[in-house]
């Protein structure tokens, strides 16, 4: 079973915005729809900038709490850029 660290992007609120889920379709659906009632409502449309692939969930867990702990939109824009190099 593959899981996954996703990078969204919203030119409308210029916000960088990074999950994980196992369904990625599905979750970028829910992210863009109209009964999306949590933060991500404010940026739609989103845009799937990056996609990591994890073996496991745990390793999909510490690899969005290692982007996220970073704070860092230069950071986020380096993994869009080059990939994600960390092995987590």
């Given amino acids: 079973m593959s899981f996954f660290v996703y990078i969204l992007y919203s030119h409308s609120i210029d916000k960088y915005y990074v999950g994980k889920t196992q369904h990625l379709e599905r979750r970028i ?3 863009n729809s109209e009964s999306n009632r949590i933060w991500t409502r404010r940026g739609r449309p989103w845009e799937l900038r ?4 994890c073996e496991t ?3 999909s ?3 969005e ?3 996220k702990k970073q704070k860092s939109r230069r950071f986020i ?3 869009i850029a080059h990939g994600f190099k960390e092995r987590i």
């Avoid at 990056?50 to 692939?53: E, G, P, S, T």
Wanted: aromatic fraction near 10%; avoid cysteine.
């Fill in 29 to 31: 659906e829910f992210h």
């Fill in 65 to 67: 709490l290692f982007i």
């Fill in 57 to 59: 969930a745990e390793q």
């Fill in 61 to 63: 867990a510490k690899t």
């Fill in 50 to 53: 990056a996609v990591i692939n």
């Fill in 77 to 79: 824009e380096k993994i």
